[in-house]
């Protein structure tokens, strides 16, 4: 069941929510990996990036609808 907010009238998604929540948390993990230079590991780091924000959007929409 889909679970949404109302902000001044509107309803919300939940989805929406969590995006905006998981992008400063994409950017600070991401700038923790950089900060460490783990990125020298890493074939392409855009993909890593996209794909880490992938696996961290996924992971809260998870905690939400569980």
């Known amino acids: ?3 949404d907010f109302t902000f001044f009238g509107i309803y919300v ?3 929406l929510i969590i ?3 998981s992008i400063p948390l994409t950017w600070l993990v991401d700038r923790l990996v950089l900060w460490t ?6 074939w392409h780091p855009q993909l890593f990036r996209v794909s880490f924000f992938i696996c961290i959007f ?3 929409g998870l ?3 569980r």
């Open 63 to 65: 905690l939400v609808y």
């Open 58 to 60: 996924g992971s809260l």
């Open 37 to 42: 230079g783990a990125y020298r590991l890493v």
């Open 1 to 3: 069941m889909s679970r």
């Open 19 to 21: 995006l905006f929540a």
């Open 13 to 15: 998604p939940s989805l």
